[in-house]
């Protein structure tokens, strides 16, 4: 691992929330919203404008722990967070444990690639193929994302804060029936900014996922494009750090904001 020579894991409750309407059975849609940055320079979720240094490279693993990210409540498709309402048909997805692979190398001291590999380990939910879930695989590998990220200013240079920009890719790569993928090609262009003082890190970006193939849910209910954002405040202190982020996507459609 780059630098820090220590594995960290990741925990996540993901909430999801897409309004009204349930999947069709012919419906796939990618679930996973633990997005891992390749390089995790500041962040191990979110990228804060630095980028590897030449010849630099990360290998990393991290687990992730999902409990009913996805149920079937009256109103339609919820998550189970706070703000959940309505009376409970069923969990679409009772808990989730998915494993992620992510690595980076440096070109130069600003051009870095990335690449991004989950698996679902387990996932169980209810039987809802009544009401046209398809029935869950137990085991999957999700959505395979590559990425490139370009500096455009460096503390290390003088600037006052780190910014880059970078471009993702993500593709499901295997059948795409149900929760471990789009159904076409999604493009994430974001914008980072950060700053690194000498005990902690703050720093957010804002981005798309622009999906080539919209998701399509029952009904005439279908989910385009999404705003994304977020925030980030971590240590920069070894061998452990601590950090807080917080993300949000947001979209045009009428339906809610994971």
Known sequence: MNRTK????????????????????????????????????GSLVLGDGETLPQAGARLGIAGGWERAPLVLREPGLRGAG??????????VVKARWTLHLVG??????????????????????????????????DRDLGTISGMVRYGISRQASGAP?????????????????????D?????????????????FVLGADVGANLRTSPVKLTGDEKLHHEVTAGLLAATAGRPVRLEATLR?????????AP
Do not use: C, M
């Open 6 to 41: 220590f594995l960290r894991l990741a925990v996540a409750a993901a909430v999801l929330g897409l309004g009204h309407g349930a999947l069709a059975a012919n419906t796939s849609y990618d679930l996973e919203r633990l997005w891992l940055d390749p390089s995790a320079r």
């Open 82 to 91: 706070l703000f959940s309402n309505g009376h409970r048909i069923g969990d």
């Open 161 to 181: 804060v780190n910014t880059a920009v970078a471009l993702e890719a993500g593709v499901p790569v295997d059948r795409v029936t149900d929760l471990d993928g």
């Open 104 to 137: 980076a190398v440096g070109l130069t001291d600003r051009l870095e690639l990335g690449l991004r590999v989950p698996i679902t380990l387990s996932q169980k939910g209810s039987d809802l193929t009544g009401q046209g879930f398809p029935e869950l695989r």
């Open 248 to 256: 949000g996507a947001f979209n045009a459609d009428g339906l809610g």
């Open 183 to 199: 159904p076409g090609v999604t493009i994430v262009p974001r914008f980072e900014i950060g700053r690194r003082y000498e005990r």
